[in-house]
């Protein structure tokens, strides 16, 4: 064998043992857990991660892998909590007009015609009108001449200047009728809105009231029928996690300030909450890598509308998914006072890793610098027809004895080197070849 062929075969033969060393190395991973099944059987194990891995890991994806009693890898796939697909009613609209229009005092009556017969269980408002403060009621007849309550009185309102604070539908049990009637009036005085503003000036407090004697324009009145047996697929699976009050709150400048820590579980969404009765306010949302210097995340309208039991609060400030160890909360109020026993829950999507059961993994490593696993089993584990899936839980984290701190991560330089190597044996025979060449 020729010396080229030598230099080849040892440079080849000495780096393939090692970068093989290299994809089993398991000394990378800071911390480890023990995991073992928490009940029943079944072909796939799935491990939910939990807090302690949040706050170790940063790619979700990459720094983690499981071993069996063997110390063999284990290969698994990471993938988000869904909740099941659920069925559930929905409404469409159905063929309707209005044939008679009546005011009686501050309350407007359309009277509107069911051609179809279907059973209703749902009637919309339409008007390009905003800013209103009214209630809806609805009857039904058959002959146009006697009447029936099937729903209301109820609020009926829009405060979209102030956020999506907007209530033009009612619902009831479906009914069946030729002919329905929509009453619209005005709110009772001394109901409690949150349109209405408390003034203070020198003297007593006054609250002033808007938006209550003025009509409306309605556009149409729509009439719906529920619609049974729609699917809708399966959401993403939200989880409460807990934050952590990071020092007392601070009022600055008309904003309510709030910083909280967390262990860096994925968040997608805020709920806020304050015993305050009436009010609409905004809440802007920022977060940090270290509680120092925050970027703004997301921004909603806050609001509660006691007067309206049939209206929820304000839903929870979304946020794309996201993972900061620390957040702030930061509620404006302008001239209104602040808002009181004010509590923020956090929710978000939950990951667990699936492995086949039969290979049995007894240690989870994670927490480190190593790359993403490449193995067979997401393309195995899709092809399965509903396999049955055992859950398994996972023990205290603790320190990785065999972690080598300041190791040189063979996973980042190994392929490089080979190169280099490589490169430079072929080099050095090209030049022997040209002085071979050379030579008389």
Not at 323 to 336: A, L, T
Not at 355 to 375: C, I, M, Q, S
């Amino acid at each position: 064998m020729s010396n080229l062929k030598l230099w080849l075969f040892a440079a080849l033969a000495g780096i393939g043992p090692v970068l093989a060393a290299a994809e089993q190395d398991r000394y990378e991973l800071r911390f480890q857990k023990s995991v073992a099944p928490a009940g029943g059987a079944g072909e796939v194990g799935r491990l939910r991660f939990d807090s302690e891995l949040y706050d170790a890991v940063g790619d979700l994806k990459a720094e983690l892998r499981f071993y069996d009693a063997g110390e063999r890898e284990v290969p698994f796939r990471v993938r988000k909590a869904v909740t099941e697909p659920e069925r559930r009613n929905t409404f469409d609209e159905v063929p309707s007009r209005i044939i008679a229009l009546d005011q009686q005092g501050n309350t407007g009556i359309f009277t509107v015609e069911n051609p179809s017969g279907a059973a209703i269980g749902m009637l919309r408002v339409d008007t390009a009108d905003r800013d209103f403060d009214k209630t809806l009621t609805v009857e039904a007849g058959d002959d146009g001449k006697n009447w029936r309550r099937v729903a209301g009185p109820q609020p009926f309102y829009d405060y979209s200047s102030r956020g999506p604070l907007r209530n033009v539908r009612i619902g009831f049990p479906a009914v069946k009728a030729r002919y329905f009637r929509v009453l619209i009036g005005s709110y009772v005085e001394n109901e409690p809105l949150p349109s209405s503003r408390v003034i203070t000036g020198s003297g007593e407090p006054r609250t002033e009231r808007i938006w209550m004697e003025r009509r409306l324009k309605v556009d149409a009145v729509a009439l719906l029928k529920p619609v049974a047996g729609t699917v809708h697929a399966g959401r993403e699976k939200l989880f409460a996690y807990a934050l952590e009050p990071q020092g007392e709150r601070r009022e600055e400048n008309g904003w309510t300030v709030l910083t909280f820590r967390s262990l860096r579980e994925p968040l997608a969404e805020l709920e806020i909450r304050s015993s305050t009765p009436d009010y609409v306010r905004e809440a802007v949302v920022f977060g940090s890598t270290d509680g120092r210097k925050f970027v703004r995340l997301a921004a909603a309208p806050l609001f509660r509308l006691r007067f309206d039991p049939a209206q929820p609060d304000s839903a929870p400030v979304k946020l794309a998914e996201t993972r900061y160890p620390f957040y702030r909360v930061e509620i404006r109020n302008d001239d209104n006072r602040p808002l009181e026993d004010i509590t923020v829950q956090a929710r978000g999507p939950g990951y667990f890793a699936e492995f086949l059961t039969r290979d049995r993994p007894a240690e989870l490593r994670y927490g480190g610098d190593v790359p993403v696993p490449k193995y067979d089993l997401p393309a195995v584990l899709d092809r399965m027809q509903n396999p049955a899936v055992q859950e398994w839980k996972a023990g205290p984290g603790k320190a990785n004895p065999e972690f080598r701190a300041g190791r040189i991560n063979l996973y980042r330089w190994l392929p490089g080197a080979a190169l280099v190597i490589l490169g430079t044996v072929l080099c050095w025979a090209l030049w022997r070849g040209i002085k071979t060449i050379e030579q008389p």
